[in-house]
């Protein structure tokens, strides 16, 4: 692939919780890894620690498009940002499924479900009980397959959505 | 992208345009290897041959640009014609290189007029009429003819640098779209081929004292203050949202690219030609007649019409 498809594969972008306790790294296109700061992991619950996951989800989401952008940019010479309006009807159409899309992933023992909307509206399920039976470098990488599984369900399903209406055979 | 990549990435459009046609079909991916769980791998492998066959040819469309003319090449061509005039211009002054000042030898033509200024009979009156009076007229032609040529070499220069940097923006923004292809939000692109807007007339000469030639010098827009570009640079939008639609975009943009280069070397072309068309057709505007007197013979140096004719004083 193209310095593009290379440097979107290799870029690292971060979140930080909005109260600091946790800090999210997305890597190599669909790894993360998760730092706990102040002790955080071992006095928190299962439900809070699933919202502050979903919250540095977006962060994350939102950090890694910036980026991408700014990838985009630097490589093509075009910086315009976000999105105009849709030229098409076929486009409106288009970015509407798109942002429909709901996306899944879960670690390989099914303790953390992650789930996303368009990219936008995160959910992160944490089995109750996980906190006090995983260690913390256990449950990152737990933490670590859901999101790596959620990231290429996402691809994979816009990659349908764009054969469905970009496909060759489309008009 | 250096030039020399050319070859290199277009051969990797190529591939890109297979991988991500597949992709967007729903195969998967993976360090070199195409797969689809409900397929096995045979008949992954026909549909991956399939594919292959549909993008055969993508690289080769670029092979009529990677052995293109250089532009340094040109560059060095035109300095060459510049160090030329500057060596005429500086005749005798000891300046080297293209730097250029007026030649005083050239001006000593006036001494001659005043020399010869006792001098009558025909071979005198040719003289004046034909070689003293139309001198300044054949020396600023024969150096329109030079500025022609080295504008030619400086065209030619910018024209192949105009379509190499065409050629290199159309390579890189096919692969960028076909990286983007399946991110969140591709962006339609566009190329940007700038050969025609590359040369331009640089001014027309015409000379005075009775002889009236009008020709254009070109040069290459960007090197040449003033320049007035033939044409536009042109952007080509294209829609980045499926592997073929690209690669036809990409078809699309070659085919005009190379238009440009043919309308712009047909410029050159004129140019070149109406120089040599006025050599051809107006020596005179060029070269003295050469005089009576050179096929004197002694029978007739001294003949009233034909020979030297007689000095005053």
Not at chain 1, 143 to 169: E, P, V
């Amino acid at each position: 692939m193209g310095e593009l498809a290379d440097r979107v594969e290799t870029m690292r972008v971060r979140a930080t919780a909005p109260d600091g306790s946790l800090t999210a790294e997305l890597y190599d296109r669909d790894q993360l890894t998760l730092t706990f700061h102040n002790d955080y992991y071992r006095q928190c619950d299962d439900d809070d620690l699933g919202r502050r996951l979903a919250a540095v989800a977006s962060l994350l989401w939102v950090a890694r498009t910036r980026e991408y952008e700014r990838i985009y940019s630097d490589v093509t010479g075009d910086y315009s940002t976000g999105e105009g309006p849709p030229a098409t009807e076929r486009e409106r159409d288009w970015r509407a499924e798109r942002d429909a899309i709901e996306a899944h992933g879960a670690s390989e023992d099914g303790r953390v479900r992650v789930r996303a909307v368009g990219l936008r509206n995160w959910t992160v399920t944490i089995r109750p009980g996980t906190t006090r039976t995983l260690d913390e470098q256990q449950f990152i990488a737990a933490a670590g397959q859901a999101a790596g599984a959620l990231i290429r369900d996402q691809f994979t399903r816009l990659a349908a959505l764009s054969n469905k209406y970009y496909g060759n055979d489309q008009p | 992208m250096s030039w020399e990549q050319l070859g290199d990435h277009a051969a990797k459009i190529q591939q890109s345009a297979i991988i991500m046609d597949l992709r967007q079909r729903g195969f998967g991916y993976d360090k070199g290897r195409v797969y689809d769980s409900s397929m096995t791998d045979e008949q992954v492998q026909t549909v991956v041959d399939i594919t292959a066959g549909r993008f055969a040819g993508v690289a080769a469309m670029f092979d009529p640009f990677i052995k293109t003319a250089d532009p340094a090449g040109f560059d060095r061509l035109s300095e060459r014609l510049a160090t030329e005039v500057a060596h005429w211009l500086n005749a005798g002054q000891g300046k080297g290189g293209t730097e250029m000042a007026a030649n005083p030898d050239l001006g000593r033509m006036d001494d001659v007029k005043n020399l010869v200024e006792p001098w009558f009979g025909a071979a005198a009156v040719n003289f004046r009429d034909n070689f003293l009076s139309k001198w300044p007229g054949i020396t600023a032609n024969q150096f329109l003819l030079i500025m022609i040529l080295k504008g030619a070499a400086e065209a030619e220069a910018g024209v192949w640098r105009a379509a190499r940097a065409s050629i290199d923006d159309i390579a890189h923004k096919a692969q960028a779209a076909l990286d983007a292809m399946l991110d969140c939000n591709p962006k339609d692109l566009a190329f940007l081929l700038t050969v025609a807007g590359s040369i331009g007339a640089v001014g027309g000469f015409v000379t005075t004292g009775g002889l009236s030639l009008t020709l254009t010098v070109l040069g290459e827009v960007s090197a040449s203050a003033g320049a007035i570009p033939f044409g536009d640079k042109k952007e080509l939008p294209f829609s980045g949202k499926n592997a073929m639609a690209i690669v036809n975009a990409v078809q699309g943009a070659i085919t005009e690219l190379i238009g440009q280069v043919i309308a712009a070397e047909n410029k050159i072309l004129e140019s070149l030609n109406a120089g040599l068309s006025a050599v051809a057709g107006s020596s005179d505007l060029f070269i003295a007649p050469r005089p009576a007197l050179a096929d004197a013979t002694p029978a007739t140096i001294r003949d009233e019409t034909a020979g030297l004719g007689s000095a005053l004083g």
